[in-house]
């Protein structure tokens, strides 16, 4: 069935630093790759979101790879700010009517 | 504008009871979709609601139901409470029928069932 595993559970950073959390995807139909940032006491908020036909974007200090192929998605954060401390989740989605949620990954980053 | 809005934030509720969730989308959306979040987990599908019509179910019983009204707010029900049925209710609305174009969330409804 369809399944979104997410590394590292947690991670933590010094202020400045990169981070990187890693997907991989069972549903060979997937072509939408979103990410979300949820804070604490709020709802999952979009940060930057990928389609199948392209193997990269950039949106400032984040990006988002996708390797078809292999069935894994990559979350790059550069120049990390303590305002960045959060729960990241990838998803896909198929072009149906729903999205399949990774199990998350606490990001800290400290001073 | 107003984002999307969900009541109660925080309900408590006993085992066996209904309980009854509500959300209203951005303004000009017309597709709502819930979500089960347990507590260190990513969010869970449960329905999408689409022009007031169901346009998909995900693997929870029938213990779980929604509806979806003119206005395009929508309800989520849950009878017979589980103590297992805690966690946080998620609302995404979207402008279309589908996830691919962007969700937007709402903070959702903490239920503790007791």
């Known amino acids: 069935g369809e399944n979104v595993e997410q590394h590292p559970s947690t991670l933590s950073v010094q202020e400045g630093d990169s981070a990187v959390i890693k997907c991989t995807y069972s549903d060979s139909a997937s072509n939408y790759f979103p990410w979300y940032k949820q804070e604490l006491g709020k709802g999952p908020q979009l940060i930057i979101d990928?389609?199948?036909?392209?193997g990269e974007k950039k949106d400032q200090r984040i990006a988002v790879t996708l390797n078809k192929t292999a069935k894994h998605f990559s979350l790059h954060i550069t120049e990390t700010q303590p305002e960045d401390s959060a729960v990241y989740f990838c998803?896909?989605?198929?072009?149906?009517?729903?999205?399949?949620f990774g199990t998350g990954t606490q990001l800290k980053v400290e001073l | 504008d107003a984002g999307v809005t969900q009541s109660p934030t925080h309900l408590i509720k006993t085992r066996g009871q209904h309980v009854t969730l509500r959300c209203s989308p951005i303004s000009g959306h017309k597709s709502v979709s819930w979500y089960q979040q347990v507590l260190g987990q990513g969010p869970q599908f449960i329905f999408q609601?689409?022009?007031?019509?169901?346009?998909g179910r995900g693997n929870f019983p029938d213990r779980f139901s929604a509806r979806q009204f003119p206005n395009y707010s929508s309800e989520l029900n849950v009878n017979a409470l589980l103590l297992g049925d805690s966690a946080l209710y998620l609302c995404?609305?979207?402008?279309?029928?589908?996830?691919?174009?962007?969700?937007?969330f709402g903070s959702g409804t903490r239920l503790t069932v007791v």
């Open positions: 995404a609305s979207s402008l279309t029928g589908g996830p691919n174009y962007g969700y937007t």
């Open positions: 998803a896909n989605g198929g072009g149906g009517n729903k999205l399949t």
């Open positions: 609601y689409y022009e007031k019509e169901e346009r």
């Open positions: 990928i389609r199948s036909n392209v």
